[in-house]
């Protein structure tokens, strides 16, 4: 019966709320683990789904790169409602059609700035060519701060 009331929230509660209460409890582990632990496998996978949808959006809006391919591919975020448009109607990136658009590094940050990057990652250059792009700091709130 908890479960089912958990996922009745989850599905009702707006996911920037179920962020920030997994990011207050992530920052102590045991807390964190014994939240997961309490979910069943539906709830994760909800929880992974609206993840996914509330990170999708934040991205369409805070990675210039990000914003650019999805305006040239003729997508406007706001229509992408579910899982299943998103499956449907996002299309991969890849180094090919996203990485080597980039004319700047920037473009890959969140928000255009390089001060959000934890690391910078080179390709092995496999397909005949390296490229880098950018990983962010897991503390990188994804809510914009005023």
Not at 16 to 41: G, P, T, W
Not at 95 to 119: A, Q
Request: glycine share 2%; with cysteine; proline share 3%.
């Amino acid at each position: 019966m908890v479960n089912i009331l958990k996922r009745a929230a989850m599905r009702t509660v707006p996911f920037s709320l179920v962020h920030k209460q997994i990011k207050n409890k992530s920052n102590n582990y045991n807390k964190f683990k014994k939240m997961f632990l309490s979910l069943d496998a539906k709830t994760i996978k909800l929880m992974q789904e609206k993840y996914l949808m509330y990170s999708f959006q934040l991205n369409s809006k805070r990675i210039p790169q990000y914003h650019s391919f999805l305006k040239q591919k003729g997508i406007d975020p706001s229509k992408i409602k579910t899982i299943k448009d998103f499956l449907e109607k996002i299309p991969e990136t890849n180094k090919k059609n996203y990485i080597y658009k980039s004319n700047k590094m920037t473009r890959l940050c969140v928000d255009g700035n390089i001060h959000n990057i934890s690391m910078i990652v080179k390709s092995s250059g496999h397909s005949g060519k390296q490229c880098y792009w950018v990983n962010h700091t897991q503390k990188i709130s994804l809510e914009k701060t005023p």
